[in-house]
């Protein structure tokens, strides 16, 4: 467990894989913007996963019309992480769609396995331990 974590944000893993495992992601094609979803991440290859909420956004070529959007279709899958302010380089990370192993998605750190969240509870328990204000 990395240091400066309060006992209060430490919670059991969302499924039953090892921090040090990759977790074998959901169907990448059902992501569509807007799902709620947790992503495996990792600082360097040799530290243990931990689990990132974050939502499905649309690429930037979008206009954001459910009637017309394709961006459950594109090879890239926009990860949003909106407790990040708007120029941060967190708050909007490409991944690939179609993977089976970590991926560095050309930032800091290892992403891992992607899970959709269809159950409200879960989703309102990350929102519980959200910041009171946006990070940097």
């Known amino acids: 467990m990395e240091d400066g974590i309060p ?3 430490i919670r059991k893993p969302p499924v039953e894989t090892s921090p040090s495992e990759f977790h074998n992601p959901d169907i990448a094609e059902e992501f569509r913007p807007g799902d709620h979803i947790e992503v495996q991440w990792k600082r360097c290859q040799y530290f243990p ?3 990132w909420y974050g ?12 009637q017309v959007c394709k961006c ?17 380089r967190w708050r909007k990370v490409p991944i690939k769609r179609k993977r089976s192993r970590e991926d560095s998605s050309g930032l800091d750190g290892l992403y891992g396995g992607i899970r959709k ?7 309102s ?3 519980q331990l959200w910041p009171k204000q946006s990070l940097q």
């Not at 939502?55 to 954001?64: M, W």
């Not at 090879?75 to 941060?88: A, P």
């Not at 969240?117 to 989703?123: F, Q």
Request: hydrophobic share 40%; net charge negative; with cysteine.
């Open 117 to 123: 969240l269809y159950i409200e509870d879960e989703i």
């Open 55 to 66: 939502i499905v956004g649309h690429a930037a070529n979008c206009t954001r019309d459910d």
């Open 49 to 51: 996963y931990g689990w």
């Open 72 to 88: 459950h279709l594109d090879e890239v899958l926009w990860l949003e992480f909106r407790q990040y302010i708007r120029d941060s």
């Open 125 to 127: 328990t990350w929102l």
């Open 7 to 9: 006992w209060a944000r």
